[in-house]
């Protein structure tokens, strides 16, 4: 698969000089693609946001991939996806959720525990952690719909998801990104975006698959983004508008945490 992936972005880099990829708010990617073969918007979620859709996703893409065993919810989530600190951003195509993936950001101010990888690779994660790292960020849960059977617009996909996840990495100013990826997904962040094998395990919390924890700093992997494939181009004012978003989702649950305190109260 991952051959697939490489060969299907370098046909499509060379199609991106008539693309038009900039974010606009709410975060959206429009007209990607042929103008309608593949028309995929990514739209950004925080923990307030209504992901129903996203964690209905990613039940399906992992029960069909046979990662987690079938019950009777339907739907794949746990307690990061409640933090404030965590987005989750899906790729939707004609109005369905056809992606996802889940980034949780941790470090700032010394704190520890926002990130899933620091509770299953603790040693790993807090080496790296206890050093001069001030800010992090983990991508996780990342999910395709199985139904979807294209490999190039799976790549298409994929490929959307890691892009706009980058570039909200960059707006918060993390310094260091970690991926907790299927064993089988860990050549494509190697080869596409410059990760490097960190530490690996037999399984990731619920998920009873063989795992790999990947990591790089983000000054190696901002150049490796830029002299590797055209489609990871980002532009300065995709980074501001998702700063800008991020401002809005923050003051948003800091606003929504003084109301519930007022209530409880």
Known sequence: MQADIAAAFAIRARELPALEMLFKPPLVIGGFGDQGRYPISAQVFSATSDKQEIYKLRYRAFTQAGWIAPDDTGVLRDSFDD???????????????????????????????????????????????SGTITRTVEFSRMAVDPGIAAKTFRAVIYASLVRAGLILTYANEADFAFAAVHRKMSRFYEI????????????????????????????????????????????????DDARDLLAKFESEDKHSRIAGAKLRA
């Open 192 to 239: 596409m975006c410059g990760f490097r094998l960190i530490a690996q395990s037999a399984s990731y919390g619920s998920i009873a698959e063989p795992t790999h924890l990947l990591g790089r700093d983000l000054v190696a992997l901002d150049r490796r983004r830029q002299a590797r494939n055209a489609f990871f181009r980002i532009q300065p004012e995709e980074i």
């Open 83 to 129: 933090l404030p600190t965590a987005y989750s951003i899906g790729a939707f195509y004609n109005g369905d959720c056809v992606g996802s993936l889940r980034l949780a950001f941790g470090g700032a101010n010394g704190a520890r525990g926002l990130m899933p990888c620091e509770l299953f690779f603790p040693d790993e994660t807090g080496a790296i952690l």
